[in-house]
């Protein structure tokens, strides 16, 4: 049976990219990342392929983040077949988003294979 739940997408944005802790996040990339992940952050660059390139993309936008700064999803994440999507906002909760996005991740082997970022134009 399929699951409903776009679960894998939700722990990549809230326990992977909101995780200050790189040693952590990247042992948390194990479950829900497959080795080769390639994460697709615009048509303009190249992706960033692996759990270490990722892991380290993470820590470089982290620094440039206040303290307090965190990912939330705006609904609950969707599935059909092996594409997951979720909608989310990054900043200090309670205060304006300094950006909104969706995260588009295709599923193979029960892990994410590959990761789309559309972000918001404000």
């Given at each position: 049976m399929m699951e409903n739940t776009a679960q894998l997408l939700?722990?990549?944005?809230l326990r992977i990219w909101n995780d200050r802790d790189a040693q952590r996040r990247l042992e948390i990339m194990k479950?829900?990342?497959a080795t080769d992940i390639?994460?697709?952050e615009s048509n303009d660059s190249p992706a960033f392929v692996g759990h270490q390139a990722i892991n380290?993309?993470?820590?470089r936008l982290q620094a440039q983040w206040p303290d307090g700064f965190k990912f939330e999803l705006l609904l609950p994440g969707r599935v059909n077949h092996n594409i997951q999507e979720i909608?989310?906002?990054?900043?200090?909760?309670?205060?304006?988003?300094?950006?909104?996005?969706?995260d588009i991740a295709t599923i193979a082997?029960?892990?994410?294979?590959?990761l789309y970022l559309f972000l918001d134009i404000k």
């Amino acid at each position: 049976m399929m699951e409903n739940t776009a679960q894998l997408l939700e722990d990549s944005l809230l326990r992977i990219w909101n995780d200050r802790d790189a040693q952590r996040r990247l042992e948390i990339m194990k479950d829900v990342y497959a080795t080769d992940i390639a994460f697709y952050e615009s048509n303009d660059s190249p992706a960033f392929v692996g759990h270490q390139a990722i892991n380290e993309l993470i820590g470089r936008l982290q620094a440039q983040w206040p303290d307090g700064f965190k990912f939330e999803l705006l609904l609950p994440g969707r599935v059909n077949h092996n594409i997951q999507e979720i909608r989310w906002r990054l900043g200090v909760p309670g205060d304006s988003p300094v950006a909104t996005g969706t995260d588009i991740a295709t599923i193979a082997d029960g892990k994410i294979s590959a990761l789309y970022l559309f972000l918001d134009i404000k």
